[in-house]
């Protein structure tokens, strides 16, 4: 047997485990799925775990995370972490050119442009190579100790690659949540009824200020630099420009965006900006502007400060996607399915580069855990083409005279009953056939190829139909004549008459395709069939409970009740009945008298292998005939059937006195009733 020493196969792990890092986040080039990384990770901690003399400080086992803290002690920053004027027109832009040259007396200077992460601020410090200390930006000053959560981010390095940096170097950027994980982390907020995070920045404050790492470990941060902080050179030389340091930063293994570029002049920093505004909606992490910073770090120097940003820099912001506005008042609107999706409108505000008076609210439960009103202030989110948001209302600023949000008791548009299932978010009209809001719809179902088949009259057509107000409920289309259907467009005599005769034809069908065309929410093809098998007529299914609909095979308390209340609306039972009138009609399904069935009475059971029919085969056709099929022989059996090998049952049958059938003696028992 070969022995592995743990200690080589440790430094193998750590190894791997840190390039497969490095060419996930720096690289951008993955090369192991997340399995191969979570497997040897496991590895890593089983040795680290029996070996614990082995581990070390950079080991990328801390990335799960450690013991829960207490509080976070403060860090007073070894130089003040800044923040950055803003521009939000090219005006703006032009002129920090042409401050920065008057100041620094240069020109043709090159800038270097960065996407503006939305994300928070923090600062790492490597001594010798190893991340020894990380801090959030806090006012700037005094920042938070944050070393142990900052280590549990698989895109910062614990260990800077190569030996040609710094002794000791700060390295500053910005740690953020990808769109996927902001978006996973909320979906599971919300499955579990817990409250969902605003937006990828406050995700990403909110897991990185968490005393247990292990928590901060599981949120799938991700990280940037876009500077250095104080550096102890030893005899590292530092590029004497920005974009070069970034680069020195990406060779020591530190993730530098892919977006970062030097640029020329003006002209180009408001390029820069158009094109990075254009792909931000592809881009897999929010911004909010770009940074232009000029490059030269003589250049900086020169520049200096105002206040707590530098001169030599500039957030060319995007325009706002968050802004405050009035919500005058509520309307329900009524989708194609009957969903009923309460709509706040506003006070109209220019935000995100468009002016906005509407805003989705959702659904009931959205408006509750917003406790908005009516005439409150509340912020609007717009982001990229996602219809905007209701992110709050302002308690602090609510008026006296505010009403709340009352959600109608019956759809708006057609004035049906309005259900809302236990489980589920989201309430409907429940008027189908009538709603006008969903007429398009019911009457393509009703038409389609499973249900009436109505051949000519494609989806198309439907919405000419309704839109020149010739039809409004499926029965409709049966009182269509040559003279209405010729007023249309792209009508001639020949398609006007073959659709009269399709709708004629279709007039004859069966009640299974008829409940079916009905377009009962979850009522397909199978249920229909189950339906019209159980009941026969269409009068006994709509006289039956909900609990008498549950009998048939298929059909749960929900499809029940979804039967249940469509066939109480008046409004559809006079499209029923009117499609009655218009003669549709289906051949009677033959009450069967089960009394009457042959084997009536009787109590079978089967045993051993059955070649030809197999059990199940041979268990339907003799129910079928009117016998119990049961699982045990007793006394009260009237026959067993014994196919081969039977074992068992066959001898107790036989003790019984009871009656047996082997699988020839079945067969032909069975072939007097075909
Ligand atoms: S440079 C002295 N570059 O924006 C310059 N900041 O509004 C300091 N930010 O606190 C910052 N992306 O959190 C810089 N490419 C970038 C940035 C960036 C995002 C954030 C950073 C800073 C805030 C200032």
Not at 55 to 77: D, M
Not at 131 to 150: C, F, K, P, Y
Not at 401 to 416: A, H, L, V
Request: glycine share 8%; net charge negative; charged share 25%.
């Amino acid at each position: 047997m070969s022995t592995v020493n743990p200690r080589q196969r440790l430094d193998v792990l750590c190894q791997l485990l840190n390039d497969y890092n490095h060419q996930y986040y720096v690289l951008d080039n993955p090369t192991v799925p997340d399995v191969e990384y979570d497997r040897l990770m496991r590895e890593l901690q089983s040795i680290e775990h029996d070996n614990p003399e082995l581990k070390v400080a950079t080991s990328p086992s801390q990335r799960v995370g450690g013991e829960a803290l207490a509080s976070f002690s403060q860090i007073t920053h070894l130089k003040p972490m800044l923040s950055l004027d803003n521009a939000f027109s090219d005006d703006e832009m032009q002129n920090f050119v042409r401050r920065l040259e008057e100041r620094t007396g240069r020109s043709n200077d090159v800038f270097c442009c960065e996407p503006k992460l939305d994300g928070l601020a923090v600062s790492l410090l490597y001594v010798d190579g190893v991340l020894t200390r990380a801090a959030t930006r806090g006012d700037g000053l005094v920042g938070e100790d944050i070393t142990q959560n900052v280590k549990t981010i698989k895109a910062i390095p614990l260990q800077l690659r190569g030996d040609d940096f710094p002794q000791r170097i700060e390295i500053r950027g910005e740690v953020f949540m990808p769109f996927a994980a902001f978006n996973g982390i909320n979906e599971r907020a919300i499955a579990h009824g817990e409250k969902a995070f605003a937006n990828p920045r406050n995700a990403a404050a909110g897991s990185l200020r968490q005393l247990d790492s292990k928590i901060t470990a599981s949120r799938g941060l991700s990280f940037y630099a876009y500077s250095t902080g104080v550096v102890e050179l030893e005899n590292t030389p530092m590029s004497d420009h920005h974009y070069g340091q970034l680069q020195q930063l990406k060779g020591w293994g530190v993730p530098v965006s892919p977006e970062v570029k030097q640029v020329k002049n003006l002209a180009d920093m408001i390029a820069y900006y158009q094109d990075i505004l254009n792909r931000r909606s592809e881009l897999a992490y929010e911004i909010d502007g770009v940074v232009n910073k000029l490059d030269s770090i003589q250049g900086q120097d020169k520049a200096g400060f105002v206040a707590k940003a530098p001169r030599w820099a500039i957030a060319y912001k995007f325009p706002a996607q968050e802004e405050m506005t009035t919500l005058l008042d509520v309307d329900f609107q009524v989708g194609r399915t009957g969903s009923i999706t309460p709509v706040a409108r506003l006070e109209p505000v220019f935000v995100g580069g468009v002016t906005v008076s509407n805003a989705t609210l959702h659904n009931k439960d959205e408006i509750e855990r917003l406790g908005v009103k009516i005439g409150d202030k509340v912020i609007i989110r717009r982001a990229g083409d996602v219809i905007p948001q209701i992110v709050s209302a302002v308690v602090a600023q609510r008026p006296n005279d505010t009403r709340d949000i009352e959600f109608p008791s019956t759809c708006p548009e057609c004035d049906s009953a309005i259900e809302r299932l236990e489980g589920e978010a989201v309430a409907r009209c429940i008027g189908g056939l009538v709603c006008g809001a969903q007429r398009k719809e019911a009457i393509k179902h009703f038409s389609s190829r499973k249900a009436f088949d109505i051949d000519g009259l494609g989806d198309k057509l439907v919405e000419q139909l309704v839109d020149e107000d010739m039809i409004n409920t499926p029965s409709d289309l049966f009182s269509l004549t040559q003279e209405h259907l010729l007023t249309l467009e792209r009508m001639g005599e020949k398609k006007a008459q073959k659709l009269l005769s399709a709708l004629e034809a279709s007039k004859s069908t069966t009640l299974a395709k008829f409940i079916y065309s009905l377009g009962i929410r979850e009522v397909g093809e199978a249920t229909a069939s189950n339906l019209a098998q159980f009941f026969k007529t269409l009068d006994k299914i709509k006289a039956a409970s909900v609990s008498r609909l549950t009998d048939v095979d298929d059909v749960g308390e929900i499809v029940a009740k979804h039967l249940y209340y469509f066939l109480k609306q008046p409004h559809n039972l006079a499209v029923i009945n009117s499609l009655i009138e218009a003669g549709i009609h289906w051949s009677v399904i033959e009450e069967k008298d089960a009394s009457a069935l042959p084997l009536v009475g009787q109590t079978w059971v089967i045993t051993g292998t059955l070649h030809t029919m197999g059990r199940s085969e041979a268990k339907e056709k003799i129910s079928a005939l009117g016998a119990k099929v049961a699982g045990s022989v007793s006394a009260k059996t009237t026959m067993l059937v014994a196919g081969e090998k039977a074992g068992s049952k066959l001898t107790k049958a036989t003790e019984l006195g009871v009656k047996t059938l082997d699988e020839d003696g079945l067969i032909s028992f069975l072939a007097q009733f075909e």
